[in-house]
C-alpha cells in the first residue's frame, strides 16, 4: 500500500563501468554495502572522507511500492544488492 522510501546508489554513477546497484533503507547503510563492494570488487579499500561525501551525494532515494513486499517482510536491515561482472 503506502509506499517505502528506499536510497540507491550505483557504480554507474560513481563513474566506474560496472553494474553494481544497491538499494538500502538509509544512505549510510547504501554506502556501507558500496564500500564492501568497491573494495571486493575494484580493489578500493580505503574509503576518504571525500570519498564518503561524493557517494553520499550520489545516492537517490527511490520510492518502491508493491514489487518491495517480499523484501519489506524479509527484514528491516535486508538489502538488495546486485552486480554483473565482465
Ligand atoms: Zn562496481
Redesign the pocket.
Known sequence: MAQKEYKELS??D?G?D???LVRAETAEEAISV?SE??CR??NVCEITPEARDRMYSLTRSVWCGGEFVDIQEAGPNTLQEE?MEN
Request: charged share 15%; proline share 0%; net charge neutral.
Open positions: 557504480c554507474r560513481t566506474a560496472c553494474d553494481f558500496a563492494h568497491g570488487i575494484h552486480w
